[in-house]
């Protein structure tokens, strides 16, 4: 690239004549084949691989992932008969989340949004602490990234080696080599895939049905979308995804302050960087041998030593590859590793100061957890496993009777979110003389059966009769509805009123 | 100047060569080339869209797509699926008594749901959303029914209407005692003050007893000894608090003066509606409080 003068077609005074008499038009192609280079084509990434704490680490944060993503949807959980036996199971069709123990109703979607709250501000306090861990460990696309190039690894050989395969022209070697790879990749990819429907409807029965084609349809849809993500997005796009879609990445830097542990090469330590002959001193130099193999390893395929950027998902592979190195030449290790921006500006070793993990900002990440955990742990305590809803009759607000007495009309809901059957006696208080009757009932039968985990709505009319009319306080006369949970004798109440015409 | 770049002396990236207001020029930043790529792997997708689905306007219609999909389609496929589903509720509330029915939750529910939907589409019109009712068109919430409260009954009305024209339909009709100059006006008036009196509102005695002889004459044929009506006859109860027409004496009055005759027509809803949407409303109006 040769450096230019600005271009000039703008700045250009005097038209220059083509031959006498034709003027030279002010004028470049906008799209020449020169200036064609808006779009830039993949380089591919060939990461060689590491060795060391930070490696090890990631091949068991890898472990625990998916092992819990593919077989959390096989774990059993008894919950009795009518209900789901499956541990982990968000059943949209019959509108029930099932995690565990916790049965989350349509209503109780807020304890969904608490949850994402918490770990939303978990992942602000991490960050603040700790740079991208989630990026450099446990999100999706590097766990899936990772697992990828470790096939590729294991079918092709490593960095060199694919490096050559990829410049060889196509063999029978090269076409098994790619073909293994392709395969492995896709059997992931449709495990993924496959695992992800089981989510959403029982293991066992789909799985079946997946086998026998007789699953729903939208199954097999969302199936085949989650292994096509899979298969171009951890073995084609890699690092695009975190650096052309990927919102986080653009938004992190914000929870980032001079106190953050991110993975960083120490200037102060390292430069000036020179390759380094066996016996020489090692003064007057810094400890970067320009070896390169932090570049090597880095699957982003950056180079740390350039200092914090948009791209490093701070996998700390980089650390392993140079202390690695740092053990060989007989210098300290640590010239890359976790590393704060206020240590970063130290001149030395000496001028290094403390990390400090409690900062205004992790203490308010961590008070706003607590907040939210505290609340949504409250509601869940206070959660009842009975609940009621009277809902009045609006048109019309009250019915004069034949004898002169007045009846008001009422929709009383009672949700069941218990595993049981149950028996409910139904009374109102607040108008002494006042009848209750329970539509499609007996005359005096006020006990309604609810089945297990259902919502059941019962009509009822409110009777106050002609001669006990001035009871009424008014056009509105305060009345209260009790249900008593015949088995426990708990009692759920809901204020509501009587309308009337007046007393 | 072709394939000669300016590079920036700050971040050492080259520029587009673009030059704005005389010094703003801008980075070139490329996007992946896949981006592009992706671009053009939508549009393609689109036109599989524009062969498969309906998509464009022609001078007289448009182009309907080799799947022959429509909206219309499929909301009439949605509907007969949704009358399928509803088969089994449909044949048992055809085959079983209205008793019957209100025993079965399920089906009970099914009822009302579909006879609150059918009594808004059909009924709100004349009897309100809530079945209030208004002046002459009866409030169906009440315990007094004119041709009978039972869901049979509520049934039959509904099927054959009130002087509906229909060959079967219920008929009434109320004498138009002074239009037809059958009493006087002061004669209608203390027939008036007894009729109220029947319900408890005082009136001056001498002329509710004077309107008592005339009721025994004219109006025991329908309304009965004790003015409680007859059901079979559609003639009201006048000893209950509950008027069609309205309860001042003045109502009662006109009332008697004009038998409120003409006004009073209930449509049969035979041949409109089928037999199993009748009876749900049927079950529906008796199940809104008052049904005998």
């Known amino acids: 690239m040769t450096r230019m003068e600005p271009a000039s077609r703008f700045n250009r005074t005097e038209p220059v004549e083509a031959a006498p008499g034709v003027a030279r038009i002010d004028v470049d192609a906008v799209s020449s084949k020169a200036a064609r280079s808006y779009y830039a084509a993949r380089q591919p990434i060939y990461p060689k691989r590491a060795e060391g704490t930070f490696r090890t680490v990631k091949w068991v944060v890898m472990a625990v992932t998916l092992g819990i993503y593919y077989l959390l949807p096989w774990i059993r959980w008894n919950r009795g008969p009518g209900l789901p036996d499956q541990a982990f199971l968000l059943d949209f069709a019959h509108q029930r989340l099932f995690f565990g123990p916790i049965e989350i109703w349509p209503q109780e979607l807020y304890f969904i949004t608490g949850i994402l709250i918490a770990s939303a501000l978990g992942l602000f306090l991490v960050t603040s602490l700790a740079g991208r861990m989630w990026c450099g460990y446990t999100c999706p696309q590097t766990v899936w990234t990772d697992l990828m190039i470790a096939v590729e690894r294991f079918w092709q050989g490593d960095r060199n080696a694919r490096m050559r395969l990829d410049k060889s022209p196509w063999t029978f070697e090269k076409i098994w080599k790619k073909a293994a790879t392709h395969t492995t990749w896709l059997a992931i990819s449709l495990a993924t895939g496959g695992v992800f429907v089981f989510y959403f409807r029982d293991a066992p029965t789909l799985a079946r049905e997946l086998l026998t084609g007789e699953a729903p349809i939208v199954a097999y849809v969302f199936m085949a979308l989650f292994t096509a993500t899979t298969y171009v997005l951890g073995g084609f796009a890699r690092e695009q995804v975190c650096i052309y879609m990927c919102p986080w990445p653009r938004i992190q830097a914000a929870m980032f302050d001079a106190d953050s542990l991110l993975v960083s090469y120490r200037g102060y330590r390292g430069e000036p960087r020179a390759p380094h002959k066996k016996g020489q001193p090692w003064l007057n130099r810094g400890d970067c041998i320009d070896c390169k193999a932090c570049v090597a390893v880095c699957p982003m395929g950056i180079d740390i030593r350039d200092g914090a950027q948009m791209e490093c998902i701070q996998c700390a592979l980089c650390i392993d590859a140079c202390d690695d190195i740092m053990g060989k030449v007989g210098r300290p290790k640590g010239l890359i590793a976790y590393e704060t921006f206020r240590n970063m500006e130290a001149a030395s070793e000496a001028d290094r100061k403390p990390v400090r993990l409690v900062r205004p900002r992790t203490v308010l990440y961590s008070v706003l957890i607590t907040v939210v955990l505290a609340i949504m742990g409250w509601a869940w305590i206070a959660r009842s496993p009975v609940e009621i809803s009277v809902i009045e009759d609006r048109n019309p607000l009250f019915v004069r009777l034949s004898d002169g007495g007045i009846r008001n009309g009422y929709t009383l809901k009672v949700l069941n979110k218990t595993h049981q059957a149950q028996r409910f006696a139904v009374r109102a208080d607040g108008i002494a003389a006042s009848e209750l009757a329970i539509v499609g009932h007996d005359n005096g039968d006020a006990e309604i059966a609810v089945e297990a985990d259902v919502v059941r709505a019962v009509k009822i009319y409110i009777t106050v009769p002609a001669t006990a009319r001035a009871d009424l306080t008014g056009v509105s006369t305060p009345l209260r509805f009790v249900v008593t949970n015949l088995a426990t004798g708990n009692e759920v109440i809901r204020d509501t009123a009587f309308r009337s015409p007046g007393p | ?292």
């Not at chain 2, 306007?57 to 799947?67: A, N, R, S």
């Not at chain 2, 029914?145 to 229909?166: C, F, M, P, Y």
């Not at chain 2, 203390?190 to 009136?203: I, M, N, W």
């Open chain 2, 1 to 292: 100047m072709a394939g000669h770049k300016e590079v920036d002396a700050v971040t050492g990236i080259e520029t587009t060569g673009h030059v704005w207001d005389g010094d703003l020029k801008e980075l070139n930043k490329p996007l992946p080339r896949w981006w592009l790529y992706v671009l053009y792997a939508t549009i393609i997708w689109s036109i599989g869209y524009w062969i498969l689905y309906p998509a464009w306007p022609l001078v007289d219609g448009y182009t309907q797509g080799v799947l022959g999909y429509s909206q219309r389609s499929e909301v009439t496929r949605d509907v007969a699926a949704a009358k399928e589903s509803q088969t089994r509720f449909v044949e048992a509330i055809a085959a079983r008594e209205p008793a019957d029915i209100a025993k079965d939750p399920d089906l009970m529910e099914f009822v009302l749901r579909g006879g609150a939907a059918q009594f808004a589409n059909n009924c709100a019109p004349c009897h309100g959303r809530g079945a209030q009712g208004f002046k002459g068109y009866p409030n169906l919430n009440d315990d007094d029914w004119l041709w009978g409260g039972t869901v049979a009954d509520i049934e039959a009305t509904i099927r054959n209407g009130i002087r509906s024209g229909h060959a079967e339909s219920r008929e009434s009709a109320m004498p138009r005692f002074g239009l037809d100059q059958v009493l006087t006006n002061e004669q209608i008036a203390d027939t008036a003050t007894f009729v109220l009196s029947l319900s408890g509102q005082p009136g001056d005695a001498p002329a509710a007893e004077r309107g008592k002889a005339i009721f025994a004459e004219q109006c025991v044929a329908c309304h009965g000894e004790e003015g409680k009506g007859m059901a079979e006859l559609g003639a009201p109860n006048l000893t209950d608090a509950i008027w069609l027409y309205g309860g001042g004496k003045a109502d009662v009055e006109e009332t008697i003066r004009t038998g409120r005759t003409g006004v009073g027509v209930m449509p049969a809803w035979d041949g409109k509606l089928d037999p199993v949407t009748i009876k749900m409303l049927a079950i529906y109006v008796h199940a809104l409080g008052g049904g005998k």
